[in-house]
T-cell receptor, first 111, second 115 residues
Framework: GEDVEQSLFLSVREGDSSVINCTYT??????LYWYKQEPGAGLQLLTY?????DMKQDQRLTVLLNKKDKHLSLRIADTQTGDSAIYFC???????????FGKGTSLLVTP | DADVTQTPRNRITKTGKRIMLECSQT?????MYWYRQDPGLGLRLIYY???????NKGEISDGYSVSRQAQAKFSLSLESAIPNQTALYFC??????????????FGQGTRLTVV
């Protein structure tokens, strides 16, 4: 399938904000997701946004959606060392049968 | 107990051997998936199943087969393992009653090494 694009690496200092960007492929995607994968673990859903929204906030997490540009971002406020993980963007593509994942962004939080 | 359980968690096998990875779920979801994860490549879909009688190929099904033994069980087989099948394999489920929301619930993964 077509690629969901994410940058591969991001490094931030503890206490700063992190912004992870994603460009998705299917303008008809109705839901867009952010998953977190900690070392040695499976993927866990962090948050998702419905396509008729342009922003969703959940505690330290803010998701912004620009449908015109097919751009999704995840902002983590006051980033902690426990936020170090791989973050995956995903879309439910037009086929609707499965999620289409990006390659993942490795976030490293340094003290 | 985990809602989606994969066994084994780690496996080393030799080239040419047949191996089966198993997945069971207690979420009561009809949809189940197998993905593989490779560094820098993200997750790629191998097979998916919408119910016991419905099995579909994903984008990278060559060299793999699956069996949906029951609503709760979905196994992945490598008929003749080769080294480039060394990867982290994930089973996942989703609930079709959520409509367009295909949120996936993942197992902990099986790390497979083919030597």
């Amino acid at each position: 399938g077509e690629d969901v694009e994410q940058s591969l690496f991001l490094s931030v200092r503890e206490g700063d904000s992190s912004v992870i960007n994603c460009t998705y492929t299917d303008s008809s995607s109705t839901y867009l997701y952010w998953y977190k994968q900690e070392p040695g673990a499976g993927l866990q859903l962090l948050t998702y946004i419905f396509s008729n929204m342009d922003m969703k906030q959940d505690q330290r997490l803010t998701v912004l959606l620009n449908k015109k540009d097919k751009h999704l971002s995840l902002r983590i406020a006051d980033t902690q060392t426990g936020d170090s993980a791989i973050y995956f963007c995903a879309e439910n593509s037009n086929s609707g049968y499965a999620l289409n994942f990006g390659k993942g962004t490795s976030l490293l939080v340094t003290p | 107990d985990a809602d989606v359980t994969q066994t084994p968690r780690n496996r080393i096998t030799k080239t040419g051997k047949r191996i089966m990875l198993e997945c069971s779920q207690t979420k009561g979801h009809d949809r189940m998936y197998w993905y593989r994860q490779d560094p820098g490549l993200g997750l790629r879909l191998i097979y998916y199943s919408f119910d016991v009688k419905d099995i579909n190929k994903g984008e990278i099904s060559d060299g793999y087969s699956v069996s949906r033994q029951a609503q709760a069980k979905f196994s992945l087989s490598l008929e003749s393992a080769i080294p480039n099948q060394t990867a982290l394999y994930f089973c996942a489920t989703s609930d079709p009653k959520q409509g367009d929301n295909t949120e996936a619930f993942f197992g902990q993964g099986t790390r497979l090494t083919v030597v």
